[in-house]
């Protein structure tokens, strides 16, 4: 697959993870690609869910599934704007997905080849071809304005709550004078 094609479709990856940043969720996403054509798509809902399973990659490779009518996505390929999970990995692996494309590793929790590469893993009965840098600026830019902006709107909440307590200690105050 050529570099236009793959960043072609990471930029439907970016798509979803920017509907997930729209309902405050982690903006992650990601679409399952088949001869050519998106079979499924996804973005992070575990906020909106209350559900840790639901990945971007997870809710793609399930509504895949659904279009082929099949469990194994053979001759598919996933692109995600953020290195998978060990969770999202293993349904990759599970899945039968032949090539995954990512935009940034994930320091943190990254199995596609920052952790370990479970993908590549020779123990396991199918393997993925990994991809990693696609669009990876893009993808990181999301994930760290996102991240900003809440540490930022926590740092306001936080300051906020201060003047609130300030108010009332001094209204205490004028009170018992």
Request: hydrophobic letters at 35%.
């Amino acid at each position: 697959m050529e570099k236009v094609e793959k960043e072609k479709w990471m930029r439907e990856a970016i798509i979803e993870a920017k509907k997930a940043e729209a309902i405050g969720e982690v903006p992650i996403g990601a679409v399952v690609v088949h001869k050519g054509k998106i079979i499924g798509r996804g973005h992070n809902l575990r906020e909106t869910s209350k559900n840790a399973t639901t990945h971007a990659e997870m809710i793609a490779i399930q509504e895949a599934n659904q279009n082929l009518n099949n469990w194994r996505l053979e001759e598919c390929q996933l692109f995600v704007t953020l290195e998978p999970c060990a969770m999202c990995s293993g349904a990759i692996l599970l899945s039968r997905i032949d090539e995954v494309f990512y935009g940034p590793s994930d320091i943190k929790g990254g199995t596609a080849g920052t952790l370990m590469n479970l993908l590549d893993d020779q123990r396991m009965n199918h393997r993925a071809l990994v991809e990693r840098g696609i669009l990876e600026e893009e993808c990181r830019t999301l994930l760290t304005t996102f991240f900003k902006s809440l540490r930022d709107k926590k740092k306001l909440e936080k300051q906020q709550l201060k003047e609130i307590e300030l108010k009332a200690s001094q209204s205490k105050e004028d009170s018992t004078d």
